[in-house]
């Protein structure tokens, strides 16, 4: 399809990540830039549209982390990809339920998408949410960062390695307009960069989250210098088992990642291990990584369900335990789904983890 040559953007080759940065991330063609992608309308849900609950939990979990942190009278938090908008509204009335914390709190949202930041700003009415670019404004401490399926919408590069060598897959363009996948010898700043993960050092094929990784780089040291942490949640694994974990979603059905292309959203499975190698690298303490389930278990899901189905008719309930389940559930987002919390703080009593260790470097 000549249509493909858009996202090549005039070059015959290009890395993996970079190619599906176009595609998901062109201001005119890009997929974020031209459809809303979640819901029963579009291509997939998360959690916060599955239930309010998950939203309910997130915000406990935030007010509780504002008070490990001695209840300070400057706290800002940073979502990051916040989708539609769904999760902070939620998470505006339940920090209604704290005066104290509700009255010195400061909530920004960091997008990349100009037309999701429309969506957003349409779907929350609420003047204290402030959209940013970078985090440079932020002055005071502490700060706390949250995103729910944020790591996996960023773009990985892909490598094999063959007799010590490694190879970087890169997509090029045909004649006949169609995209197929070449390898090129890896850059030596690439390989460095894997061979210095134990995450990743042993494997023949490997997924490398370059832009995600920056991305980080800019979190860590924020928290760093004003004191904070960073919880993220999303599907991955914690062991690496050399396969290709590139899918793509559309109208909530499996599609051919090279079909579709600005129509379709694409996504990478995540390298939990090589998460909290990284944040340890930047001098952060690591909590044990946990399931889905486990945190909001932790936090008090089923409890806070049990509350409100008291109050609700039998068909209520009925919806509101099938969302829940969905959530929990380790056949569906309960196993699937991981959370890692990585912080700079002299306690390290968060909520969602007291059953858990700490990590050390």
Not at 333 to 357: D, E, P, R, T
Request: include cysteine; glycine fraction near 4%.
């Amino acid at each position: 399809m000549k249509s493909n040559l858009r996202f090549f953007k005039n070059a015959k080759t290009l890395s993996v990540d970079k190619f599906f940065k176009n595609v998901l991330y062109d201001s005119k063609f890009g997929y974020y830039a031209t459809r809303l992608p979640f819901g029963v309308k579009g291509d997939f849900i998360t959690s916060p549209k599955v239930s309010y609950l998950f939203s309910e939990m997130i915000a406990i979990w935030i007010v509780s982390s504002w008070e490990t942190f001695g209840k300070p009278k400057n706290f800002n938090i940073v979502e990051l990809g916040p989708g539609d908008g769904s999760l902070v509204n939620t998470l505006l009335k339940s920090f209604k339920k704290f005066p104290e914390f509700n009255s010195i709190k400061k909530i920004f949202l960091y997008e990349e998408s100009n037309h999701l930041k429309k969506i957003q700003k349409r779907n929350i009415s609420n003047k204290d949410v402030k959209w940013i670019k970078n985090f440079n404004k932020i002055k005071k401490g502490p700060i706390i960062f949250f995103g729910n399926e944020f790591f996996d919408a960023i773009p990985i590069k892909q490598f094999k390695k063959k007799n010590n060598f490694f190879f970087e897959k890169n997509y090029t363009i045909d004649k006949n307009y169609k995209i197929k996948e070449v390898f090129k010898l890896a850059s030596h700043n690439n390989v460095n960069d894997i061979k210095s993960y134990k995450a990743v050092k042993k494997l023949r094929f490997i997924e490398w989250p370059k832009f995600g990784l920056q991305e980080l780089i800019k979190i860590t040291k924020k928290i760093s210098k004003l004191n904070g942490c960073i919880l993220l949640i999303d599907y991955g694994y914690l062991k690496p088992n050399n396969y290709n974990t590139i899918q793509s979603v559309m109208k909530h059905r499996k599609n051919n990642v090279l079909k579709n292309l600005g129509k379709a959203d694409i996504t990478a499975h995540v390298n939990f291990s090589l998460l909290s190698e990284f944040f340890l690298k930047k001098n952060l303490k690591v909590k044990n990584i946990i399931t889905q389930q486990q945190f909001l278990k932790n936090m008090g899901i089923i409890e806070r369900a049990e509350i409100l189905a008291n109050k609700m008719k039998f068909n209520e309930q009925t919806d509101l335990y099938s969302r829940v389940k969905r959530l929990l559930s380790p056949n569906s987002m309960g196993n699937l789904f991981k959370v890692i919390l990585a912080y700079k703080c002299n306690k390290s009593n968060f909520a969602g983890f007291k059953k858990c260790s700490t990590q050390k470097n």
